[in-house]
């Protein structure tokens, strides 16, 4: 049996071996339940000095990997009184961990809501056992990245985790995590946060390790596995692209920095603090708990944060939790954070990561351990997304800081692709001709609506190219801006005859008419090239211009993917669907106009954008210009004359 003292013991503190966290007289264990197994069981009623509770950092987590058929054992009447403790289950899958925690009050901030922090702690946990089950030693975090919450968890709900190792290399392991919350009320569960890690193997002393491959055994553990090594590119490559961004963005620096009424500065969004590793701060190596160390780093962001906007804050994304070396206990460890820039309704604060022992305390001479990026949200008090006030660089540092915020976006956009890969939800309209009016027209003003909106936020910005992206929930959406030499209305002629893009962009194969709905309204069957070593993909798309009205300036050619029976699908190609794209096209003068290409991202067009929106590839900005020497090699052949 097991015996609750007097006053109920949050299972939080209870896991974390905390001294402070018992009150009365301390529970009895009997020999088959203790957290260490049976052989290794204390005299009866009493604990190890230093080890009340479960092992520090890992909650009960090592307790039920020891233990895990002892679970079905335990007292419900221990789970009714709040002295619930977190759960890990190995599935029979080659390295794969769940882990189960009950949100208690000592894991919520003050709205109630799961902290970020304790999440992050119970990640990292979940994922090093995954890499250890499958390699067979001890791992450590080399980095985790591209962490997504796209809900929150409250007190009260159960969170499960789980974490598969998707792919080994020689001596590092990627492992997918994902994170779903229960609600014990309505049964009602939704994932919450999606990440992947990279963890190294560490055998004792000079012991050389390959890791095993892993074991397929769905067709999805090989698509999973296919991509774990389009990840890891992108990773190592992510300095050099960062690099050559940063570079790039130098030479444009007024143009990415644009002034705003109510602009600030950030100097007031810097904080620093310092923590002693203690421990139970301590892993099971030994060194400091990568998930402890992620959680002090989400304390000082939030707090640097909040000084730019007083708000509710919340965690939306990290860029990459990078663990540049280790720390031990007895190590000071020193967290600085500042806001580097805001994009509308989200702000980037980055982390740096110090550790010093005494003599390098003494000497003042740190050793960097990490660094990380932290994106936040923030809410008002009727729940509604807070726009962010601009940030207005000053010094050097800003303005290095401001660009590189601006080149990290751009590399997500590019990474969000590689890792997502959403299933197409088909999207097309059936094409019904006796409604081509009311389908023409909304084809136009979709486009139209589009290019209304707020938010566009500069990628990139080149002499004669800007480009601009646009993030709202999972739609993205993208704006290339283009100044051309050329009359408005002649290059709303050449664009808007899609047979003569193939001239100009090369990922147009060919575009063949199919159907005149009427003079300005055509369907047209494109062939795109490969990728990735695909079969092409085709499309079916209506395209709809418009010249402009007596009042205005701007010329419009739209275009989306219509259903069209009489074009069904070929097993020559990949069927694929445009959402909304085409030009806009507005007269700067009689010998000059600014043509815009816009485009909502899909499934079917994102791969031939990631690159460069990922800033390994620069095809955009090739595409445009292009069509900028296509448009006035026209206007020089005399073109103009024959309109």
């Not at 798309?541 to 219509?562: E, I, Q, W």
């Amino acid at each position: 049996m097991f015996y609750l003292p007097w006053r109920a013991i949050p299972g939080a503190l209870w896991a974390s071996g905390s001294r402070d966290a018992w009150h009365g007289p301390r529970p009895r264990c009997s020999p088959q339940l203790t957290p260490w197994g049976p052989e290794l069981s204390p005299p009866a009623g009493t604990w190890p000095r230093g080890q009340r509770g479960f092992a520090a950092g890992a909650g009960g987590a090592l307790w039920s990997r020891r233990r895990a058929g002892a679970r079905a054992k335990w007292p419900r009447p221990a789970l009714a009184l709040g002295c619930a403790v977190g759960a890990v289950a190995m599935d029979g899958a080659q390295g794969e961990v769940h882990m189960s925690q009950a949100i208690q009050p000592a894991h919520a901030n003050a709205r109630g809501e799961l902290s970020a922090g304790q999440l992050l702690k119970w990640i990292d946990t979940t994922a090093c056992l995954a890499a250890e089950k499958h390699a067979g030693v001890s791992c450590v975090t080399a980095s985790m990245d591209d962490i997504q919450f796209e809900e929150t968890a409250r007190v009260g709900q159960v969170i499960t985790i789980k974490a598969k190792v998707t792919r080994a290399f020689s001596t590092s392991m990627e492992i997918s995590i994902r994170v779903i919350v229960q609600d014990m009320v309505t049964g009602t569960e939704k994932v919450i946060s999606v990440a992947f890690s990279t963890f190294v193997a560490k055998p004792v002393g000079e012991e050389k390790i390959h890791l095993k491959p892993v074991t397929l055994l769905t067709e999805q553990d090989q698509v999973e596995h296919n991509r774990a090594s389009e990840r890891r590119k992108v990773r190592l490559q992510h300095e050099e692209t960062f690099n050559n961004l940063m570079k790039e963005s130098s030479k444009f620096e007024d143009v990415m920095c644009d002034e705003e009424e109510g602009a600030m500065t950030t100097r007031g969004t810097s904080v620093q603090s310092i923590e002693l590793v203690l421990p139970p701060h301590a892993n099971h190596h030994g060194n400091t708990f990568g998930g402890q160390i992620m959680a002090w780093m989400e304390t000082v962001a939030t707090i640097s944060a909040s000084r730019l906007c007083p708000a509710h804050l919340f965690l939306k994304s990290v860029d990459m939790f990078k663990f540049r070396g280790s720390s031990t206990i007895g190590d000071r460890l020193v967290f600085r954070a500042i806001v580097n820039s805001t994009f509308q309704t989200s702000v980037e604060v980055g982390v740096r990561v110090e550790a010093f022992d005494c003599r390098e305390w003494s000497e003042g001479r740190g050793r960097h351990i990490n660094s990380a990026f932290l994106i936040y949200n923030a809410v008002d008090d009727q729940e509604k997304l807070i726009t962010f006030p601009r940030v207005k660089p000053i010094s050097k540092d800003d303005f290095r800081r401001h660009r590189g915020a601006i080149a990290r976006k751009r590399i997500r956009l590019g990474r969000k692709y590689v890792i997502s890969h959403k299933e197409e939800i088909s999207l097309s309209i059936h094409w019904d001709k006796s409604m081509q009016a009311s389908l023409s027209n909304d084809n136009v003003e979709a486009l139209k609506k589009m290019a209304a909106k707020g938010g566009w936020e500069i990628s990139v910005a080149l002499e004669k190219i800007t480009i601009y992206t646009l993030e709202e929930k999972d739609i993205l959406s993208v704006r290339v801006e283009k100044q051309v030499k050329s009359p408005a209305h002649l290059a709303y002629h050449l664009l808007s005859d899609y047979t003569k893009r193939p001239l100009w962009d090369p990922h147009y194969i060919a575009c063949e008419v199919k159907n005149h709905v009427s003079k300005d309204d055509l369907i047209y069957h494109v062939i795109c090239p490969n990728v990735n070593g695909d079969r092409p993909k085709d499309f079916v798309v209506l395209v709809s211009r418009r010249k402009p009205p007596k009042d205005g300036n701007t010329y419009v050619v739209a275009t989306r993917s219509v259903i069209l029976p009489s074009m069904p699908p070929s097993p020559q190609y990949i069927r694929s669907e445009a959402v909304c794209s085409g030009f806009l096209i507005e007269a700067v003068d009689s010998s000059s106009c600014t043509v815009s290409y816009l485009s909502q991202m899909s499934a079917s067009t994102l791969p031939y954008f990631a690159g460069n929106l990922g800033g390994w590839s620069n095809s955009i900005e090739e595409t445009a210009a292009s069509c900028i020497r296509f448009i006035e090699k026209a206007t020089d052949d005399g073109l103009l004359s024959e309109i």
